[in-house]
């Protein structure tokens, strides 16, 4: 088994990766292959396999490529030809467990590997380049190792994808947990299936979850994903048949391709999980914060961040040229420029050319911040409303909400909306058959805009989606109660540039769990595990963590949640309530002497937690105020409170330091610290 890593012929160049990222060398060659084989072995590489005798085989590819790969072994192949593509699979003859699972389909998959080409295809917008697809076993430990600097790896090869033996490792390959978790839910149902239905199941199963929704895992199970195959034929489609070459941008080439990645794969913007912690993205967004892109992928940070944050800001890149034309002028451009230059290397000079000629477009000045720029935008969403308005002879739905970018750069935000009923949220640009229900808005430095979209259904839940920016959550989404209906009001689909403000109301003074004002109380408490892992290293840098109602930390951690108060950062700390000295500290500036309201900020339960977590109750949240009187205890139900800013109640304070505090006394699973509020009378 001999792939180009093995460096097992002759190349040109340095190796991939070399002096990455400012050395990206590729190339194309054409290649004649001879190999000499044991009786018994067949061997496999690109191209038709020509039989010379006597053990010799020929492989002569009709297309120039940028590597080949050569694998020998006791193989039985099976074959099938579908709109003049051939199909090969190549197994151990012992190794044929799937196909008890396979009776009834023959006739049938044809039709089903057309569908799931056309859909993959369709999705990407691009045709599948080859003539031939070889699904190949392969050893079990055969490993390959993510590249920083491109989606594919050496489990797939160009024509090629090799599969752990007997479909060890691959998730779809388990049939036999498919089929229980398939009865299971037709008895439930009530429902029943024909052996060919179940079979036809099994195959769209395998594929989509092998070769064309690989999604990644959430970053805390990465440690499982490392094991599993990443068999993704995207780089079928790109990769192996396109070079983008930029010596002025060297990371250009990795953008096209993460932007065709995430577009093929269906990214999921994230946010829809309000127990996860810190997605990808958010991770690649935070480590962007104060450094270029090209200094994150020269820095030590772990591979897979640098990997995501290729791909992430490649997908922005685009996404923000996109946004300056109409929909679909800039990736079509894209989509024709890949599809006409296939098996060759494009110079930057002939994208930029053709951008400036055809749309009037120069992305010079984008590319330079892009990957030199150390700023990202930072988006407030404020004043969301969702209600009936009349329009012409029917009612719709207006939403309306105000956005502002309070960064130095510019950003882009895209819309989505989950309509009432779904049973599960769909991604963006898949939200039913009517597109008008997705948008991309694109703001400028420090601009505001009020957003009006028109909708037929009545939406349940909206999602704005930051894409690479300071905020966090990313995806920003808020429910929506049931809508009124205005009579009177004006159907407003569209966005007007309002004057910039400062959103902090005169008169409030407000500290977040964010602000230096916050400090969260800890007792010495380190587990023998953290002992022995960290040794003398000290804790790790605070992140933001999974939130788990059902068991607390016994320390205060960072969670994050859109309905949190927040500016761009929606967050709180929680903790295990157990009576002991943890406290959560606010130090309020007062600028003068007087008597003050002061209030709480307190979630929606309902937002934190799942259907079955809700039975658990939260407590009293205990409060101690300090004011110029003394110090008085406030006890606030945090199960019945209001969501949003509860009032304690109205103290008088010296000019200077204010101090609420939040003890440990609540009786109940945990306790929660957001922000407070004073607002002087």
């Given amino acids: ?94 190794h044929r467990f799937f196909e008890e699972y396979f009776q009834e389909v023959g006739d049938t998959l044809p039709a089903v590997i057309r569908e799931a080409r056309q859909d993959y295809e369709r999705a990407l917008n691009l045709s599948y380049p080859f003539r031939k697809l070889e699904l190949i076993e392969v050893p079990v430990q055969f490993y390959t190792y993510p590249r920083i600097w491109s989606v594919a790896t050496e489990r797939v090869q160009p024509e090629q994808a090799f599969l752990p033996e007997n479909g060890t490792l691959l998730p779809g390959a388990d049939f036999k947990s498919l089929d229980r978790r398939m009865n299971w839910s037709l008895d439930r149902n009530n429902q029943s299936m024909t052996d060919k239905e179940k079979e036809i199941i099994r195959f769209k199963r395998f594929v ?102 290729v791909q992430l800001s490649g997908e922005y890149l685009f996404k923000m040229l996109e946004s300056e034309r109409a929909p679909g002028q800039v990736s079509g451009l894209l989509i024709h420029l890949v599809e006409a230059h296939r098996f060759s290397i494009v110079r930057d000079s002939l994208l930029i050319r053709q951008l400036q000629q055809q749309l009037d477009l120069d992305i010079r000045p984008a590319l330079q911040v892009w990957q030199e720029g150390k700023s990202l935008p930072a988006f407030k969403v404020r004043d969301i409303e969702m209600y009936r308005v009349q329009d ?49 808005v694109r703001l400028g430095a420090r601009e505001a805009r009020e957003i009006g979209i028109v909708l037929d259904s009545e939406p349940q839940m909206i999602q704005i989606n930051t894409v690479l920016a300071e905020n966090l959550p990313r995806v920003f989404t808020q429910r929506f109660d049931d809508p009124e209906t205005r009579r009177k009001a004006q159907p407003f689909d569209g966005e007007k540039v309002i004057a910039y403000l400062d959103l902090e109301n005169p008169g409030e003074i407000v500290v977040d769990n964010e602000d230096s004002g916050f400090e969260a109380y800890n007792p010495p408490y380190r587990s023998w595990l953290k002992r022995t892992l960290l040794g003398e290293r000290g804790e790790q840098e605070e992140t933001y963590e999974r939130f788990r109602s059902w068991r607390p930390p016994n320390q205060w951690e960072m969670i994050k949640n859109a309905a949190f108060f927040g500016d761009y950062v929606h967050s709180a700390h929680y903790i295990r309530s157990d ?33 079955w977590e809700r039975r658990n109750e939260w407590g009293t949240f205990n409060y101690t105020i300090h004011h110029d009187d003394g110090a008085e205890d406030i006890n606030l139900d945090a199960d019945s409170a209001d969501p949003g800013w509860n009032l304690l109640g109205s103290y008088y304070f010296s000019q200077g330091k204010a101090v609420v505090e939040l003890v440990d006394r609540s009786g109940g699973k945990l306790i929660i610290a957001d922000a407070v509020k004073f607002i002087k009378r």
Wanted: hydrophobic share 35%.
């Fill in 1 to 94: 088994l001999l792939t180009a890593e093995n460096l097992w012929y002759p190349r040109v160049g340095l190796p991939e990766g070399a002096g990455f990222p400012e050395n990206r060398q590729g190339n194309f060659g054409e290649f004649d292959l001879t190999v000499q084989c044991a009786p018994g072995m067949l061997p496999i590489s690109q191209g038709e396999r020509e039989d010379l005798g006597d053990g010799r085989y020929r492989f002569r590819p009709p297309y120039p490529l940028p590597r080949i790969s050569l694998v020998i072994g006791p193989y039985r192949e099976d074959r099938i030809t579908v709109d003049s593509l051939s199909y090969h699979l190549y197994t151990l003859p012992s």
């Fill in 208 to 309: 989509e979850s092998t070769f064309t929704r690989q999604d990644a895992l959430p970053r805390w199970m990465s440690e499982f994903g490392n094991y599993i195959p990443n068999c993704d034929i995207f780089p079928h489609f790109y990769s192996y048949v396109n070079i983008l070459d930029s010596p002025r941008w060297p990371l250009l080439n990795a953008a096209l391709e993460g932007y065709l990645y995430r577009k093929a794969n269906g990214a999921d913007p994230g946010g829809g999980r309000f127990s996860e912690g810190m997605t990808d993205e958010e991770q690649v967004s935070r480590a962007l914060r104060d450094q270029t892109l090209t200094a994150l992928l020269k820095s030590p940070r772990d591979s897979r961040l640098r990997t995501d944050a």
């Fill in 392 to 440: 012409g002879d029917r009612l719709r739905y207006q939403v309306t909400f105000l956005l502002y970018n309070r960064a130095e750069v510019p950003g882009i935000v895209e819309i989505a909306f989950r309509a009432r009923g779904e049973g599960r949220r769909r991604g963006f640009g898949d939200f039913g058959s009517d597109t008008d229900l997705a948008r991309t």
């Fill in 579 to 611: 009576g002991g000295p943890k406290k959560a500290i606010w130090t309020v500036p007062l600028p003068d002497a007087g008597t003050y309201d002061v209030y709480i900020y307190i979630i929606d339960k309902n937002l934190l937690t799942n259907r």
